[in-house]
């Protein structure tokens, strides 16, 4: 069981659940209701499309012989010799099953835009480490990071609700995508030189570490004053809070941190993540000025 967890990497799934308590978060300050059991589905769906592509990446990596010895990260269950890729991928195939059931059920409330979105999400979870040219392998990487687990999260939860999308509901999406993007940034950052020796393109080994550093501290910034400007927030003076973490992380990343130092980098990346979900609820808790 315990290496079937390292498989799946829970570690990674607030990246996957932030967005979508977002997105009920924006919803239920809008309408004043919430779907429970389309909540609870929008949830399991998104929890397995991650495992799933985080088992097909463990699986994938390992058969195009990305992993080695001389990994960075923390240890991969096939590449360790722990369970065989055709165990994991098999695994992988389950949780995307699971995924296309829970969003059959979403389909019926949401229609057609849910489906195209569950497609969408589905097939990218298989392209990010296969096929011809895998999303990976190349410097698109962060874009579908932004994409899928911050725009179509973030408003695919919100429509689920709402039945409607709106400006605030996007640029929520694109923000906490902003957020997703950086901890792959600092992922492909720490693997620069092992990506490299493996033929990987990546947006880091596109830039180089100094402009990547910059896209780093863009990253995490930015969504802060994109948030604050959401029509649903009563207050927005909370999110300030998330300035003295961000600027921490970006002091410790131009302070010079590699190698397996960045695997603690990439998990607060993630947590800053999550505390400024949980300040964007606060601001739509908290009553406005009178």
Request: proline share 6%.
């Amino acid at each position: 069981m315990a290496r079937w967890l390292l498989a799946a990497r829970p570690k990674t799934l607030p990246l996957t659940l932030s967005p979508v308590i977002a997105g009920l978060a924006l919803a239920i300050a809008t309408t004043g209701t919430l779907a429970f059991w389309t909540a609870l589905a929008t949830l399991l769906a998104a929890v397995a499309i991650q495992i799933g592509t985080n088992l097909h990446n463990d699986a994938a990596d390992f058969e195009r012989g990305t992993d080695t010895d001389e990994r960075l990260g923390p240890p991969r269950a096939t590449a360790q010799g722990w369970l065989t890729a055709r165990q994991v991928k098999n695994a992988a195939h389950g949780m995307f099953a699971l995924a296309f059931v829970l969003g059959l059920t979403l389909l019926v409330r949401g229609g057609w835009p849910i489906l195209l979105v569950g497609l969408a999400s589905l097939a990218a979870g298989y392209a990010y480490t296969s096929g011809p040219r895998p999303i990976a392998y190349g410097p698109f990487g962060e874009v579908y990071a932004l994409l899928f687990f911050g725009v179509a999260a973030v408003g695919g939860t919100y429509y689920l609700q709402t039945l409607t999308l709106d400006g605030s509901a996007l640029i929520a999406g694109a923000a906490l995508g902003c957020l997703a993007s950086a901890v792959l940034l600092i992922n492909n950052y720490r693997d620069l030189e092992t990506d490299t020796a493996a033929g990987r393109r990546t947006l880091c080994r596109v830039l180089g570490r100094e402009r990547a550093r910059v896209l780093y501290a863009l990253l995490l910034l930015l969504p802060i004053p994109l948030l604050m400007r959401l029509d649903p927030l009563h207050v927005s003076w909370p999110l300030l809070a998330a300035l003295p973490p961000a600027a921490f992380l970006i002091w410790r990343l131009w302070r010079g941190a590699l190698g397996p130092a960045l695997n603690a980098q990439l998990a607060r990346t993630a947590q800053y993540q999550a505390l400024l979900v949980g300040l964007l609820i606060l601001s739509l808790l908290l009553p406005g000025a009178a």
